[in-house]
Structures are given as structure tokens and as C-alpha cells.
């Protein structure tokens, strides 16, 4: 007979699955920072459908999805879930939400229809849920386009941070037996989004002898990604930002290491017309380029990059990437605003794929590689049960070392659960001591897209400005054949930032003092003033209606980063709206 509640030292008797359990939970009336956010009550164990297992969890991983659960942002996921329940969809009912999307345990209870596990196995899971049920995935497609599927712990209920939960059977897999309950919990979400990435993209896939260039080597990903490029007989390169993490990397498997702190060409990249600032970035990026040929001893592009941070390093991995070459991307922790000069994507014919945790299959594939001994599970710390919140925190505050973090569950203490060799050995790099993060924090793993967004989005009133309110009536412009100096005359006359070309009643484009600036770059100051305004004009004309919004103004401006709109009364041009004015208005002059 199972007693109501066991207490987290005291492990039930297999098979045994009382009606309580301990767990640490989040609830919208608290969301915060984690140690705020983060409570430990006891809870009703969660029943479990046909297709479903609930594992004793000896230990879990952690991940930064639940400091963004946390803080209820960008989706409050509790909200989202009951909602989406309320309507009839997929969704759950608990006002709460218990994260943690890594884990290793053992199976207590398995469905009706479940044949791969059975009570008293050891398993790991991989966080990837879906609908059994989805037209798409019982005609063979891969589950992760399906429309039901769900990051387990993060966009579901019920993951890792309570003493069961409540997993489909197809999540789990073995627990390599040579690992701790506490190593054992900490790669599958990395790994396998790493196996995905590297192995998931038909003819891009890793094969033997690619090179492999690796952002954030030493972090989750990155070394995942450096041993799983290894043992396919690939070259990995890792990046990092100091030569302290090049030891780790290289013990790991990476033929050469490389400080990103040693070039300063990052960000998004200059305008195509901005000959200077272009060729500034070239030498930067060709730089960059050259260090890779010196660390890999022959001067050879990669073939695969392996993307993560997004902004700041997109163009970088699109330019050094070989022909016919692959960067895969699977967040974009500075920014989701990539920018890629298209000439090399098209000219070289490059690929550019975005990549999302992994499918059974590939987590499978990857688990192989762990119980095979050649997946180092790279655990930097692991904490007790109680320090839940405080190691969230810690991520929060961006004091947490690199690598992959765990904190015990069910184990009574570190380093239990190994209940054999490897069969293959591998070093067990560590990481320099006192290493911390230098980096702001990710975005969620699950970064919600707009329509998901719009569910939870804030609303923001409008005072209900019209542009027609603010607007400056009248034009000033110039004609297609008007020199580039007199243009310059007109603007700096009359102190704008812009004039309008107009070419028959019709505006045919702008000449901006970027458009200005540019044009003088490689000239001589006569040279410049005797061009054009139609040769150095943005062509177009971006306009908007006189009796829109300010704010839908402002959108328009904002979506295309420019400063001003020419407005249009009945399809004519009768003035301008400009950010000046609309800071004038909300700043209050
Ligand atoms: P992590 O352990 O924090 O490692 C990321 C590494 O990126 C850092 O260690 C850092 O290494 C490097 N980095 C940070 N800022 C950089 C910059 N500006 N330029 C170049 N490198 C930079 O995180 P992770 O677990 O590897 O995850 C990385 C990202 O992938 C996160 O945004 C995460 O949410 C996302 N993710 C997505 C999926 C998915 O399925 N879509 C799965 C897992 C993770 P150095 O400072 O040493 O360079």
C-alpha cells in the first residue's frame, strides 16, 4: 500500500506510485525572477494517458526555458496552456507549471500501450512531445512538423523538477549505464538538438572529413556538437571567447580553437552601398576566415557551421562557409535580426537552415553515441533538489559556468547511479576554474512566434493620433536629373534629412543623407555633386495614408528602419511624417 507522500530521500518501492508528490512549482501569481518564482509544494501525482509513462526522477537537467517561465515572458506558458484547454485544443488545465525538460529516472508506471519501456528501467528523456493521434505524423512525417508538437517541461506541465513525471513512452530511451543519475540528466536536450543540427539535413549532413565550425564551444551545445562532429570522422573547429575554454574544447575533440575576442567585426552587416564600412567588415571577416585556414592547417572552408548566437554572427558564418556549404541555425541568442549579404547565398550556393531540437529517431541516434561512451555528458555542477531556484538564479544573473548544470531529484547523493563501464573510455574535460558566463542570457528555447505571441501579446493603447494630426503638408523635393549637389543645397536649406524625387507628380524614390554620405564615398566632393539624384536615390517611396494611425506609422518605419514616410491624400503625395515628430509628440516638447 503506498503511503500518501514519500519524502525525497525515501524512494518508493518500485512500481509503487503514491498520490502526492513533492515539486517545485511555478505559478502565475508569483512570476518573477526564480527565486521568486520558483515554490516547493506538494502536488497530485498526474495520471497518465495509454501512450504515456511516469518515471521516478532521480535527477534533472536545467536549462534557461524555465527562468523565461518564470518571469512569465515572452509567453506566460501557464496562461497560454489553460486557455488553449478552455477552447477545447491542446492544452492543460493545472494553474501551475512544473519545468524541466532533462532527466534521468526510473519507469513506475507505464500505459496501457506502451511496449518500448517497463516498470523498473532506467531511463533518459528527450523533451520532444507530440499527438500520436496528428494526420501528419501517422503518415510517417517527422513528428517535429507537427502542429501538436511541444518542448516536454517547458511548453507542457509535468517535466523534471518534481519526484515523477509524466512522460510519452516514446521520450524515453536508456540511461547510459556508466553515467550518474546527475550526468545521465544533463546532455539529451543539447545533444540531441545538436545530432538534429549536424546529422538531420540530407545532404549537408555531417560526413567524414568535413570541417565543422562550432560557436560557443564550450557551451551546451558547442561541446555536444564538437563530439558528435568528431565521432563521424568530421574536423570540429570551436569558437569561444577566451584561449582559458581552448584545453576544454580541444579535449573534446576540436582540431583548433578560436578567440572571437581577437576580432571585433560582429553585428549585423554594413549597408552593401557603405564601400567603407563593407570594406572594413571584409577585412574583418576575411581575417577571421584566415585564422580558421591557420588553426586547421590547410586552407579549407568549413562545411558545416554550426549557428546559435544569430545576429552577431550570421554574416560571418555565411561568408566563410564553403561552397555549396551549410550553417545551421538553431536560436539566435544576440538577436533574431540576421543579416545575410545574399550575393554570397546565391553566388556560392550556400544553404541557410534553421533547425529545432530533434525527433525521436535523431535523439535516439545521439543516445547511442552516450551509452557508447563517446558522449562526454560535459556536467559543469551539479546541486542539490532545494537549490532549484537558486540555480536559475544563477542564470538569471548570467553567473553560471558554461557547460550543462543538473540538480538532484530522487538521487540521495552525487554521484550514484553508475552501474557500469563505458565501453569506450573518453576524457572528462573540465572547465577552467571559475568559469562564468560572459554573455546575456538566451531566448527560449521555444522562441514564440508571432501567432503564438499575439495569445499573450500587450496591449498598448492608442490615443488615437492619426498621422494627418502630426503630418508636415507640402513636399520638398527635387527632379530625377537634379544634381547631387543641388539636392544637398535643398536639404541642408531646409534642415531635412530627405528629399523626395518626383518624376511626373509621381515620387519615384529618395535621396537620404545616407543616400548623400554614400554617394561621396571613393569621390572626390565635385565628382559626388555632379551625380544624379536618380543614380544615388533608395528607389520607391515609402509611403503611408494620411488617415492611419500614428502607431501603425510608426510600425511601418520601425519594420523597415527608416525615419520618414511620405504621405499620400486620395493616391497623391502631400507630405511627410518623420520619427522626429512622432518624438517630439511622445517625449512631450
Ligand atoms: P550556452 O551553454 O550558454 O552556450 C552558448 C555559447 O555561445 C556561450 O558559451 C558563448 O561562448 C557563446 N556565445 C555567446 N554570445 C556569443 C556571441 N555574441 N558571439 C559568439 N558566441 C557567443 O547555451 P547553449 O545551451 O549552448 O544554447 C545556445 C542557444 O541555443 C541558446 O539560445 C538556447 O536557448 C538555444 N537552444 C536551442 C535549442 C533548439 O532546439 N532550438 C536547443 C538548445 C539550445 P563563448 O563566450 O565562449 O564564445
Redesign the pocket.
Known amino acids: 500500500m503506498a503511503k500518501e507522500l514519500y519524502n525525497l530521500a525515501e524512494q518508493p518501492p518500485l512500481g509503487v506510485v503514491p498520490p502526492k508528490m513533492h515539486a517545485w512549482l511555478i505559478r502565475p501569481e508569483r512570476f518573477g525572477t526564480p527565486t521568486e518564482a520558483f515554490q516547493q509544494e506538494v502536488v497530485d501525482v498526474p495520471p497518465i494517458a495509454d501512450d504515456e509513462v511516469l518515471v521516478y526522477v532521480m535527477a534533472a537537467g536545467i536549462?534557461?526555458?524555465n527562468v523565461w517561465a518564470g518571469l512569465g515572458i515572452p509567453v506566460n506558458v501557464i496562461g497560454s496552456r489553460n486557455k488553449a484547454f478552455a477552447k477545447g485544443e491542446q492544452g492543460e488545465p493545472e494553474p501551475f507549471h512544473i519545468g524541466g525538460s532533462d532527466a534521468s529516472g526510473i519507469v513506475y508506471k507505464v500505459g496501457k500501450d506502451v511496449t518500448n519501456v517497463k516498470v523498473g528501467d532506467e531511463v533518459v528523456m528527450h523533451c520532444g512531445q507530440y499527438s500520436r493521434d496528428c494526420e501528419w505524423v501517422k503518415s510517417g512525417g517527422d513528428p517535429m512538423y507537427s502542429p501538436t508538437y511541444r518542448?516536454w517541461g517547458y511548453e507542457t506541465n509535468w517535466g523534471s523538477f518534481a519526484q515523477f513525471t509524466k512522460v510519452q513512452a516514446q521520450q524515453c530511451m536508456p540511461k547510459p549505464k556508466h553515467m550518474t543519475w546527475e550526468e545521465a540528466s544533463a546532455y539529451t536536450?543539447?545533444a540531441?538538438?545538436?545530432w538534429?543540427m549536424l546529422h538531420g539535413w540530407g545532404v549537408n549532413a555531417v560526413k567524414k572529413g568535413d570541417v565543422v565550425l562550432i560557436?560557443?564551444?564550450?557551451?551546451?551545445?558547442?561541446?555536444?556538437a564538437i563530439q558528435i562532429a568528431k565521432a563521424a570522422g568530421a574536423i570540429p573547429i570551436a569558437?569561444?571567447?577566451?584561449e582559458d575554454?581552448f584545453d576544454y574544447c580541444m579535449k573534446l575533440g576540436a582540431k583548433g580553437c578560436i578567440n572571437?575576442?581577437e576580432f571585433d567585426h560582429?553585428g549585423m552587416l554594413p549597408h552593401w552601398k557603405d564601400n567603407a564600412g563593407y570594406a572594413k567588415w571584409l577585412k574583418g571577416v576575411r581575417a577571421f576566415g584566415a585564422k580558421i585556414w591557420d588553426v586547421l592547417g590547410e586552407k579549407r572552408a568549413p562545411n558545416i557551421i554550426f549557428e546559435?548566437?544569430?545576429?552577431?554572427?550570421i554574416p560571418t558564418s555565411i561568408f566563410v562557409c564553403d561552397t555549396g556549404g551549410m550553417v545551421v541555425v538553431?536560436?539566435?541568442?544576440?538577436g533574431y535580426n540576421a543579416t545575410v549579404d545574399l550575393r554570397y547565398l546565391w553566388m556560392r550556393q550556400k544553404r541557410l537552415q534553421g533547425?529545432?531540437?530533434?525527433n525521436t529517431e535523431q535523439s535516439n541516434q545521439m543516445n547511442e553515441l552516450a551509452v557508447s561512451g563517446l558522449l562526454d555528458p560535459c556536467l559543469s555542477r551539479a546541486f542539490p533538489y532545494t537549490d532549484i531556484p537558486h540555480v536559475h538564479q544563477l542564470m538569471y544573473e548570467n553567473k553560471?559556468p558554461?557547460?550543462?548544470m543538473a540538480v538532484l531529484v530522487g538521487a540521495r547523493e552525487f554521484g550514484l547511479g553508475a552501474s557500469g563501464k563505458a565501453p569506450v573510455a573518453i576524457v572528462h574535460p573540465t572547465l577552467p576554474k571559475g568559469d562564468v558566463?560572459?554573455?546575456?542570457?538566451?531566448?527560449?528555447?521555444?522562441?514564440p512566434l508571432p501567432s503564438i505571441a499575439e495569445a499573450e501579446a500587450i496591449t498598448i493603447a492608442d490615443d488615437g493620433t492619426r498621422v494627418k494630426d502630426l503630418m508636415h503638408r507640402g513636399i520638398i523635393a527635387c527632379a530625377p536629373a537634379d544634381t547631387v549637389g543641388q539636392v544637398a543645397k535643398i536639404m541642408v536649406d531646409n534642415e531635412i534629412h530627405a528629399v523626395v524625387v518626383m518624376d511626373g507628380g509621381k515620387a519615384v524614390g529618395v535621396v537620404s543623407q545616407t543616400d548623400m554620405v554614400l554617394a561621396r564615398q571613393g569621390r572626390t566632393p565635385e565628382q559626388a555633386r555632379a551625380m544624379r539624384a536618380s543614380d544615388v536615390m533608395t528607389p520607391g517611396c515609402a509611403t503611408c495614408d494620411a488617415g492611419i494611425l500614428l502607431s501603425e506609422a510608426v510600425s511601418l518605419m520601425t519594420g523597415r528602419r527608416m525615419h520618414r514616410l511620405v504621405v499620400t491624400e486620395n493616391g497623391q503625395p502631400t507630405g511627410v511624417i518623420s520619427m522626429t515628430d512622432v518624438v517630439r509628440k511622445i517625449i512631450g516638447e
Do not use: D
Not at 560557443?216 to 561541446?223: K, V
Not at 533547425?355 to 530533434?358: K, L, N, R, V
Not at 558566463?437 to 522562441?447: C, E, K, N, V
Open positions: 536549462n534557461y526555458n518542448i536536450l543539447v540531441a538538438t545538436a538534429r560557436w560557443g564551444g564550450a557551451g551546451g551545445l558547442g561541446s555536444m569558437i569561444v571567447s577566451g575554454k572571437r575576442n560582429w546559435h548566437p544569430g545576429e552577431t554572427t538553431c536560436a539566435g541568442t544576440t533547425s529545432h531540437f530533434a553560471h558554461h557547460g550543462n558566463h560572459t554573455t546575456p542570457r538566451p531566448y527560449p528555447l521555444s522562441a
